[in-house]
């Protein structure tokens, strides 16, 4: 597990990422936990019906994976979301690489805030992208 950054170690420009190729079980987990059976993304023949002609991973399956690259990398451990929006762009697939990257635009030093471009793409198009704002550790004082 990754130690993470105090707000006083970030800086602007400074990013992370991480790719995960989503499968057919992580689909069918995320409806599990989440309660999102829509069968657009459960059912082959249904979504074979739709615009996607096939099945297609939740939007915000995506989302989680950008949540998680904040949590275990930048900033990492103890950081708190305060906000996130997210625009969907183009579906993702069973067996994508779906790469997301945060990437640091604002510095809040009073609030120990922290605003972050989210990206998530599948070779090389963006597929998810937003802002979150989260709140940073900040380095404990010395006596």
Do not use: W
């Not at 069918?28 to 074979?48: C, I, K, M, T, Y």
């Not at 779906?98 to 120990?112: C, F, G, P």
């Not at 989210?118 to 404990?140: D, F, L, S």
Request: aromatic content about 6%; proline content about 5%; charged content about 20%.
């Amino acid at each position: 597990m990754s130690t993470g950054f105090c707000f006083e170690d970030l800086s602007v420009g400074q990013s992370a990422s991480a790719i995960h190729v989503v499968s057919d079980a992580d689909i069918r987990a995320f409806a599990d936990v989440s309660g999102d059976h829509n069968p657009v993304h459960l059912d082959q023949s249904f979504a074979e019906t739709t615009p996607f002609k096939g099945r297609i991973a939740h939007g915000m399956l995506a989302g989680a994976y950008i949540s998680a690259l904040i949590a275990s990398k930048l900033p990492g451990p103890g950081a708190i979301y305060i906000s996130q929006n997210l625009s969907f762009r183009r579906p993702v697939r069973i067996d994508d690489a779906l790469e997301v990257v945060a990437t640091i635009t604002h510095l809040d030093e009073a609030k120990a805030r922290v605003t972050l471009a989210t990206v998530a793409t599948v070779a090389g198009k963006t597929v998810v992208e937003g802002e979150a704002v989260i709140m940073a550790p900040r380095r404990p004082a010395t006596v």
